[in-house]
């Protein structure tokens, strides 16, 4: 499957919606283990809501490596392939720290590190 | 209700003059007010203010108050000048019409229109030449920046929108770029996320914004998200610039010598984000844009 984001969306990655309809089509296929191309012709500015939404959440039911391997990008820029990693990088992280975090400990001890 | 005079200083963007700006905002906090802003003592008003400002009168508005800025009271010609140009006089009854110049438009997004913000900072703000950028670079900017918007328009729930004003200052060398919620603010969206816990309503403002601006950290929870601020931070870092964030009594400033979050004396509800960038091409360059150049 080939998935022509400028069609789908226009030429700008940036909003969490975007990010979602691009999730709707290409989450199916994936789980299926089909191949999937998006071909970011034509795109040529990013940001982070819209990756979380299409590509990130992936993680919450697919492997990192089986995202890695069946979505591949076609003529995505220096810019949005950064993004892409960090993106794929940090859903990773918070994927395989699935315990409920405790946020106010999280504060307090970011705090006391850094006020040292 | 008798109409009360509020009377605009002269306004930088030092923390001093944010103090001042949350001072008039406390004293129009509240509903069914007359407010008059006069401008007879003010000499200088920088963009944060402009877009403060504006912000302000429009949340008087939508408390059912009245808000005029009287225009008669405007005597420093570079002030009468640059809010004009901006658009900013012409926004609140003045007759004139904005032009092209150093100002950068004051804008309203009552709200989140990506479309027309992301021209905004594409053409108007980073690609308007006061520095030289490739297509490619200025694109990259202009998402980097639209994480600001983002971030006003999903956490503050700001219910009057997002407000913000730029200026290129030619004699400094700066590209500054100012946006205003009147939302929560982030410590009290995160005191409020955690508000079951007993330590919740003590988590002091600057413990907030420094988890808030730590990779990966979000009250969201459904997606992995909590990037925007770190790649924003990351950017300041390598133009040299400065970003500062007031929100409620927080404060946090990261440039190119680090970062520091405060507990400041005076509070407003809501967030200002404030960056300014240098305009050294040198310092506007992707590794592969310089590497040819050389």
Redesign the interface.
Known sequence: MKLSIKEKI?P?C???EDGQKIFDEIYEPLMRGETVTLDFNGV??????FF??AI??L??NISEADVRRYLQFENL???GNS?VE??LE??S???SNTQLRD??A???A??AK?SD | MSQTVIQIPRLNDYPSDFEQLFKIWSQVNDHFLDIRFDFSRCGFLRPNAVAFLGGLARLIESRMGKAVFDWSTLRDSWVRTTIRQNGFAGAFGDLSAPWDGNSIPYREDAF?D??TI?DYL?YNWIGKGWVHVS??LR??I???M??IY?NAF?HSDSSIGVFSCGQHFPKHNTLVLSVVDFGQGIPEK?RN??GN?P??PG??A???L??AF????S?CT???????LD?LKEFVRLNEGKLEVYSNEGYAIINKSGER?ENRRISFEGTVVHITLHCDENLYQ?R?EAASQR
């Open positions: 226009g700008r940036i909003i969490k040529s500015q990013f940001a982070t809501p979380n939404f990130g959440r993680l919450n820029n220096e810019t993004v960090r993106v940090n859903a992280k918070q994927h946020i106010v999280e504060i307090l970011k705090q850094g | 989140s990506m479309n992301m594409t297509d490619r694109d990259a202009a998402g980097k639209w994480e983002g999903e995160i996320f955690v816990d330590r919740a988590l002091p600057d413990a907030c420094r988890w730590t990779k990966g950290k009250t459904d997606v992995a998200r909590g990037l925007g790649l979050y992707f592969d």
